[in-house]
Nanobody, 114 residues
Framework: QVQIVESGGGLVQAGGSLRLSCSAS????????MAWYRQPPGKQREFVAG???????AYADSVKGRFTISRDNTKSTVYLQMNSLKPEDTAVYSC????????WGQGTQVTVSS
């Protein structure tokens, strides 16, 4: 069973930046497409950004041009660089395979103040 651990969240002012990290145990990490998802308060979880094993990326329209997803297969880690943060980016951010394959980790809270 793959275990996922997210980190890097916090409280930041609008316009600020954060870098999230997600480590996923398991020898097949490098073979899986990975993604970041988020769940805003009172809303359903949504896709944010994805990256294939070969590096191709995809983004939700709401974060294009502001967020960048990357991965380091040697460390079984996926990153999300978030710039120009907005209050509407406030959510619990989680990572998983794409499509979702594993149990969710605890996520990391991102709060953007106006």
């Amino acid at each position: 069973q793959v275990q996922i651990v997210e980190s890097g969240g916090g409280l930041v002012q609008a316009g600020g930046s954060l870098r999230l990290s997600c480590s996923a145990s398991g020898s097949t990490f490098r073979l899986n497409a990975m993604a970041w998802y988020r769940q805003p308060p009172g809303k359903q979880r949504e896709f944010v950004a994805g990256i294939k094993s070969v590096g191709d990326t995809a983004y939700a329209d709401s974060v294009k041009g502001r967020f960048t997803i990357s991965r380091d297969n040697t460390k079984s880690t996926v990153y999300l660089q978030m710039n120009s943060l907005k209050p509407e980016d406030t959510a619990v951010y989680s990572c998983n395979a794409r499509p979702v394959l594993w149990s969710w980790g605890q996520g990391t809270q991102v709060t953007v103040s106006s």
